[in-house]
């Protein structure tokens, strides 16, 4: 299967500062990728999805101005978490699949970033 | 609205004893089912999926499925569990024609040697 890259794996910021998360995809072009948060004890909520060169697709309830997506190649999307606040402190993890819009084809994921804000 | 639970948050099982891991979904439509294993420190991996045909689905590392409507339930099983095994199992749901995955609170199998 695919392999998928998160950077940083754990970051702690303070509140009200930026934080950026990388996915990237090392070994297949990857068309479209999913943004899911996870708290504690709790499932994999899934944030948005975004396509290569097209804008995100977010979820109910999600704050595109404050979870800026960016899927500017096929191996790389970035989720930034602009002004962040304590309850935004949660484990991010991407996912990626060869297929637009494919949701059941074969998801590969990222090992996740944990996000600690002070 | 689909939702899906997993009932057991943690199971200890002995090495080379059978195991089953406890999944139900409810959906008003026909649904597509899948079983994620994360290992520490790993991403999510795809176990096996169910989206038409035989109910009961075998997957990687000895494990399989079987989809049961009238139950809802998709139940995960192994009949000989091993040190390896030891990770954080999700189960997830997607329905058709919204197919975005809707994931279970997750299942911590611990292999006891």
Same mark, same amino acid.
């Given at each position: 299967?695919a ?21 990237? *995809? ?22 948005? /999805? *975004? ?5 995100? /697709?977010? +979820?109910?309830?999600? +704050? ?10 096929? /191996?790389? *999307? ?8 304590? +309850?935004?402190? *949660? ?6 699949? +060869? ?6 084809? /074969? ?12 | 609205a689909?939702s ?5 948050s ?38 096996? #999926? ?5 109910t009961?689905? #075998? ?9 049961? #409507? ?7 099983? #192994?009949p ?8 954080e199992?999700?189960c ?22």
């Amino acid at each position: 299967g695919a392999v998928v890259s998160q950077h940083p794996s754990w970051v702690i910021c303070k509140s009200g500062t930026s934080v950026k998360i990388e996915c990237r *995809s090392l070994d297949f072009q990857a068309t479209t990728m999913f943004w899911y948060r996870q708290f504690p004890k709790q499932s994999l909520m899934l944030m948005a /999805t *975004s396509n290569e060169g097209s804008k995100a /697709t977010y +979820e109910q309830g999600v +704050e595109k101005d404050k979870f800026l997506i960016n899927h500017a190649s096929l /191996t790389l *999307s970035t989720l930034t978490v602009t002004s962040a606040h304590p +309850e935004d402190s *949660s484990f991010y993890i991407c996912s990626v699949t +060869e297929e637009a819009g494919a949701y059941t084809d /074969t998801q590969y994921f990222g090992p996740g970033t944990r996000l600690t804000v002070l | 609205a689909q939702s899906v639970t997993q009932l057991d948050s943690q199971v200890p099982v002995f090495e080379e004893a059978p195991v089953e891991l406890r999944c139900n979904y409810s959906s008003s439509v026909s649904v597509y089912l899948f079983w994620y294993v994360q290992y520490p420190n790993q991403g999510l991996q795809l176990l096996l #999926k169910y989206l038409s045909g035989s109910t009961l689905v #075998k997957g990687i590392n000895g494990f399989e499925a079987e989809f049961n #409507k009238s139950q809802t339930s998709f139940h995960l099983r #192994k009949p000989s569990v091993h040190i390896s095994d030891t990770a954080e199992y999700f189960c997830a749901v997607a329905d058709f024609g919204n197919e975005k995955l809707t994931f279970g609170t997750g299942t911590r199998l611990t292999i006891i040697p």
